[in-house]
């Protein structure tokens, strides 16, 4: 063999430690790609599948322009009487969602984190617009939500709040005053500040 020639045995080690030193690097990448919610990433990425998504603009009604108080009494998924007149004197916070819809698992976050800061003070309700109880559950179990949601499949939720919530707007949020009207109001995902800020009003205005 010529003295120059590279060793054959040299080379297979030095080809085995480069394809070891790239098959580690690849381990954390493909981790992250397991973990992210893929609808959640659809909603990012501005692909409306599935979904008529709002844009997150808010609108605030004066207490002279407000609704009557809104009537709703039905039961959630785990059996439990929801009844809005019983919760007068609190503002509430009604989500319209589904599971399968991408910008509403971008949201859950926030909607889980201001329940818990806001406690009893604030009730929020779910209003989901698609699901049987399964999925729904299984919903709220993975994004640890504390609240709980009542059954819209057959639209009459939705119905009665067209002139706040388009149908298939979705998600949309309802800050009712502590009257139980609707004070504002939120098309798309929310903001976390944005949503605080409105509830925080909600707490502390006069009427």
């Not at 098959?23 to 990425?45: G, I, M, N, Y």
């Not at 007068?88 to 201001?114: D, Q």
């Not at 939500?145 to 499949?153: G, L």
Request: net charge negative; charged share 25%.
């Amino acid at each position: 063999m010529n003295e120059s020639s590279p060793n054959p045995r040299f080379l297979n080690r030095r080809t085995m430690l480069r394809s070891m030193l790239v098959a580690a690097a690849a381990v954390p990448l493909a981790a992250c790609s397991v973990t992210e919610d893929p609808l959640a990433k659809q909603a990012r990425s501005g692909d409306n599948k599935n979904y008529i998504a709002g844009d997150g603009a808010v609108q605030e009604y004066l207490p002279e322009k407000r609704s009557e108080p809104i009537e709703i009494t039905t039961e959630t998924y785990q059996g439990t009487p929801i009844d809005l007149a019983a919760l007068r004197g609190k503002p509430v916070v009604l989500n319209f969602w589904y599971a399968a819809c991408a910008p509403c698992r971008i949201e859950a976050p926030h909607l889980k984190e201001l329940s818990e800061d806001f406690g009893e003070d604030v009730p929020f309700i779910g209003v989901n617009v698609r699901d049987e109880a399964e999925a729904s559950l299984a919903f709220e179990r993975t994004f640890e939500i504390p609240y709980e949601s009542v059954q819209d499949t057959d639209g009459q939720i939705q119905l009665a709040m067209t002139k706040y919530v388009p149908l298939q707007a979705v998600p949309s949020t309802l800050v009712l005053d502590r009257e139980g009207r609707v004070r504002a109001r939120v098309i798309g995902a929310i903001e976390k500040g944005t949503l605080k800020s409105l509830i925080d009003t909600a707490l502390t205005e006069e009427l």
